[in-house]
């Protein structure tokens, strides 16, 4: 008996992204909400990869205001083209703007847990 195995491409890939816009000592901080993320997201793709670039469907999946942190969905053909996208973003309304990529999964459960993260907590002592 011949075992074949088939390997599985998967349909989608979870990104786990942070935003990160530079603030002059006398300059207001930026407050990003998720319209004005996906705008964001569209401009990166538009200016790297044309107006077919903006056109692959990026689905926010969260976002968080607060810490500026977002999990994305992106199909496994356009992953590529938003991933480098995003990281050659440089700019936002004239301020420096970067886009650090956390994680990267086929699965959105494993980025649940960030593993370099975890820490281990001591065993209390006791004499």
Do not use: N
Not at 9 to 26: G, H, N
Not at 54 to 81: C, T
């Amino acid at each position: 008996m011949e075992r074949l195995t088939l390997p599985q491409k998967a349909q989608f890939f979870y990104l786990k992204l942070k935003i990160d816009i530079s603030k002059e000592v006398d300059e207001r901080p930026v407050e990003i909400d998720i319209v004005t993320f996906k705008s964001i997201l569209i401009q990166a793709l538009d200016s790297l990869h044309g107006k077919v670039g903006s056109a692959i469907g990026v689905d926010i999946i969260k976002f968080e205001a607060s810490s500026m942190e977002a999990i994305l969905r992106v199909k496994e053909s356009g992953l590529v083209k938003l991933w480098s996208a995003l990281t050659l973003l440089s700019y936002y309304k004239d301020r420096r703007c970067a886009i650090y990529v956390i994680q990267v999964s086929p699965y959105l459960l494993s980025l649940a847990a960030d593993s370099r993260q975890w820490k281990i907590k001591e065993k209390e002592v006791t004499t």
